[in-house]
């Protein structure tokens, strides 16, 4: 086998070689039939003194019926001309060489590297001249009717093969253009996807910071008034102003590892002044999925988690349950899990549809959101196809607790009532 492949790779090495040099690979075929043209000539093997015989201009002329060929690829129409009148030429005057082969390149060469009214004016003034030889041929004799026939299918198909060359090269390369351009929008779009989504995160984030700065500067507000008359109350305000902030750098130094490189979000969009959903409202989103056959397992708090955890873990399960829908085709079965055990919040959604089989409907940039989600809050995001068929999507998100309450859901509520 080892022998097979050498001997492989040693014939190919040739081949590859005049792919990649083609003006030195014409140069190649042109000597080549010069030399079998002129040789053949000069030996006048004609024993019956059909042809003339050899002399230096009779030489010339078999050398300019196929030496042309050399430009077939720069100049096909010029070249084929030159080799079919030279060829003609030396018909008429009953000058032997190596016979019509010149002209089948020549023909083959103006089908496979030339196009239009050139093209087309060229082929009637070949067609009319070799018509004329093959008349005048069959009217004295030379030629019967079946070698007519065959020439003209060979040179007929001679063309028609160059022709066809030409247009699948054209299509491979119009193929291999359409692509790349799918490639480059496919690349554009994706990137655009990103910063769509990077800067909604921005945005909703910037909630949450925003809303973590209004709660410290009441907190210190408060604290600067009841400092002398309620010192407890001014404890209890800088220890909530603490937990605020702590927070706040938390949300900050998630976002800023996705958000460092500019994002061109639209500015006009408009601003988003209802409340953001969160993972305590997850029974409205699983009601909301009242078209899929889900099932669902909720471990753990969920109430003790960071704005920007909840808000994430919502969004990413809503975007899921979307994909389900969008992608998995028929399902029976759609399992939701949700833990919060411990420092980490895990959401899996699995469902029993069609999984990689699954048809391609869209660009698919849901995927992308998740993982750029869960990246800014320092959690992952896991996609594929599960044994046994169906898709499944494991989501797992730091469980940052909530900064400590006063006396109630709003931290400084009571501070608040305390300052006035």
């Not at 190649?28 to 000539?41: F, N």
């Not at 020439?151 to 790349?180: C, H, K, P, W």
């Not at 471990?299 to 899921?320: I, K």
């Amino acid at each position: 086998m080892a022998v097979i492949s050498e001997t492989s790779a040693a014939i190919g090495r040739p081949i590859g070689w005049l792919r990649t040099h083609e003006r030195a690979a014409d140069a190649l075929l042109a000597i080549l039939l010069t030399m079998v043209s002129a040789t053949l000539h000069l030996l006048d093997l004609d024993t019956n003194d059909k042809f003339r015989s050899p002399t230096w201009w009779t030489t010339l002329l078999i050398i300019a019926s196929v030496l042309p060929v050399v430009w077939r690829r720069v100049a096909p129409i010029p070249s084929g001309l030159f080799v079919v009148g030279a060829q003609v030429a030396a018909a008429f005057l009953d000058i032997d060489g190596t016979g019509f082969l010149g002209v089948v390149i020549a023909l083959y060469a103006i089908g496979a590297y030339s196009a239009g009214q050139r093209r087309t004016n060229a082929l009637w003034m070949i067609s009319v001249s070799l018509a004329l030889l093959f008349i005048t041929g069959v009217a004295v004799g030379v030629l019967d009717v079946g070698s007519f026939v065959s020439s003209t299918v060979i040179l007929v198909t001679a063309f028609v093969l160059g022709d066809n060359l030409q247009r699948r090269r054209e299509r491979a390369d119009s193929l291999i253009e359409r692509a790349e351009r799918a490639e480059r929008e496919h690349s554009l779009i994706a990137q655009q996807q990103v910063n769509a989504e990077r800067t909604r995160i921005a945005r909703e984030l910037h909630d949450v910071v925003a809303h973590s700065v209004s709660v410290m500067v009441i907190q210190a507000a408060a604290a600067r008034r009841n400092l002398t008359t309620s010192p407890d109350v001014a404890t209890l305000a800088l220890d909530n102003i603490e937990a605020t902030g702590r927070q706040a750098m938390d949300e900050l130094r998630g976002i800023l590892g996705v958000l460092r490189t500019d994002s061109s979000g639209s500015a006009d969009a408009p601003d988003r002044r209802a409340p953001q959903p969160t993972m305590a409202e997850i029974a409205t989103l699983i009601e909301s999925a009242a078209d899929l056959p889900l099932t669902h397992s909720i471990t753990g708090n969920l109430d003790d988690l960071s704005a920007a955890v909840t808000l994430t873990g919502y969004r990413m399960l809503q975007e899921a349950l979307t994909n389900v829908r969008r992608h998995a085709g028929p399902v029976t079965d759609v399992q939701l899990t949700i833990e919060h055990a411990g420092s980490h919040l895990a959401i899996a959604i699995a469902d029993d549809g069609r999984g990689a089989a699954a048809d391609n409907l869209g660009p698919g940039y849901g995927i992308v959101g998740m993982h750029e989600r869960a990246m800014a809050v320092g959690g992952s995001v896991t996609a594929g196809p599960r044994p046994g068929g169906g898709w499944r999507v494991q989501i797992t998100l730091p469980a940052t607790p909530r900064a400590p309450a006063g006396t109630g859901r709003t931290p400084y509520s009571g501070i608040v009532q305390a300052s006035q």
